[in-house]
T-cell receptor, first 114, second 110 residues
Framework: NAGVTQTPKFQVLKTGQSMTLQCAQD?????MYWYRQDPGMGLRLIYY???????DKGEVPNGYNVSRLNKREFSLRLESAAPSQTSVYFC?????????????FGPGTRLLVL | GENVEQHPSTLSVQEGDSAVIKCTYS??????FPWYKQELGKGPQLIID?????GEKKDQRIAVTLNKTAKHFSLHITETQPEDSAVYFC?????????FGTGTSLTVIP
């Protein structure tokens, strides 16, 4: 039981390049989330997926797209990376239906955009 | 939207002393308040949570209190140990929306 896994762990991009961050969970959770973490700003929600086939914007969605590929996988895509997207990205999952909506986080992807 | 403020941003305590971290929130619709511990280079890990229909919850050395009227909640760690050193985040949530505080870096001095 690996929990939430993320790939890659670290990535360097040039401005304008694109990339996809991958996330998978093996806890059979319905809900999945993408956050970014910046110094002094805590975690901010980019997008979330309440269940397979649905996605919704969070607090900071501009410049990102997501795909809920299936119940296990939720990917985040940067179409044209900008230096302002330099951050640590965390994926999380939860299962609201169990009455406890605790989120379980992955280890993060550190992205540097030059 | 929701606004969560967290204080202090840094906290140093002697081993064995207690540590208290406080958060306030703005949206009365928030009904779930988790606390996370984040160690260097790792993702946040849930350590305790409380729902809006409960005023206090305790789990061994960790406790959380919630004052819905004042819209604030606090994390209390007693008998601190060096392994408690980490960054702690509070959050307020309703539905699938989670809003995090800016974090408290706790250092426990042996």
């Amino acid at each position: 039981n690996a929990g939430v896994t993320q790939t890659p762990k670290f990535q360097v991009l040039k401005t304008g390049q694109s990339m996809t961050l991958q996330c998978a969970q093996d806890m059979n959770h319905n809900s999945m989330y993408w956050y970014r973490q910046d110094p002094g700003m805590g975690l901010r929600l980019i997008y979330y997926s309440a269940s397979e086939g649905t996605t919704d914007k969070g607090e900071v969605p501009n410049g990102y797209n997501v795909s809920r590929l299936n119940k296990r996988e939720f990917s985040l895509r940067l179409e044209s990376a900008a230096p302002s997207q330099t951050s640590v990205y965390f994926c999380a999952s939860s299962e609201p239906g169990q009455g406890v909506i605790a989120q379980y986080f992955g280890p993060g992807t550190r992205l540097l955009v030059l | 939207g929701e606004n969560v403020e967290q204080h202090p941003s840094t906290l140093s305590v002697q081993e064995g002393d207690s540590a208290v971290i406080k958060c306030t929130y703005s949206d009365s619709a928030s009904n779930y308040f988790p606390w996370y511990k984040q160690e260097l280079g790792k993702g946040p890990q849930l350590i305790i949570d409380i729902r809006s229909n409960v005023g206090e919850k305790k789990d061994q050395r960790i406790a959380v209190t919630l004052n819905k009227t004042a819209k604030h909640f606090s994390l209390h760690i007693t008998e601190t140990q060096p392994e408690d050193s980490a960054v702690y985040f509070c959050a307020a949530s309703y539905g699938n929306q989670f809003y995090f505080g800016t974090g408290t870096s706790l250092t426990v001095i042996p």
